[in-house]
């Protein structure tokens, strides 16, 4: 089963549930593997590549300051893209991604390196929130792109699978 068809299913799931993405680095890939199954209407409530600091200020209420600070790539930059997205598309579900797809002298980065962030927005606050690192060594622009979006992906579903067992979220 592709990412997307388990997402349909686990998305479907009662109770139903939204989701909304903020990409940055993989440029719309994540929306696209979520969008490309039939019904995704039901459940993708939208996204929005946001590659530039001002755009992610913008529609997404990153800070600013913080954002500047790190050229867009940090942890709670990859958090507040994903929140910013709940609160754009009035989604259950945020996922974000943002990073660098290759390497770039200027800040120091030698190999693609990326984070992803997922959070989930219940009873008015943030039932929980995860992320993750990666650093990708000689993968190309297009093989970073891809592997950041198919991990932000994985790490959506396998949420999805513990909420549905019980296992996630109970702080809510």
């Given at each position: 089963m592709n990412h997307g068809d388990e997402l349909k299913s686990l998305l479907l799931q009662k109770p139903r549930l939204?989701?909304?993405v903020a990409e940055s680095l993989?440029?719309?890939r994540v929306?696209?593997?979520i969008g490309a199954v039939s019904g995704a209407s039901d459940y993708f409530l939208g996204g929005i590549t946001a590659y530039t600091l001002e755009q992610k200020v913008v529609h997404l209420g990153v800070d600013r300051a913080h954002a500047r600070s790190v050229s867009c790539v940090s942890q709670r930059v990859a958090v507040?893209?994903?929140q910013g997205a709940c609160a754009l598309f009035g989604s259950d579900l945020g996922v974000a991604t943002t990073g660098y797809a290759e390497?770039?002298?200027a800040d120091g980065i030698r190999v693609p390196t990326a984070w992803w962030a997922m959070c989930h927005r219940r009873r008015g606050g943030w039932a929980m929130v995860i992320s993750g690192l990666?650093?990708?060594p000689g993968m190309?622009?297009?093989q970073a792109q891809e592997a950041?979006?198919?991990?932000?992906l994985r790490n959506l579903a396998r949420y999805l699978r513990e909420l549905r067992k019980g296992r996630a979220g109970k702080e809510a």
């Open positions: 939204t989701v909304a993989t440029c719309g929306q696209a593997q507040e893209m994903s390497p770039h002298a990666m650093e990708m190309n622009r297009v950041v979006a198919g991990e932000a």
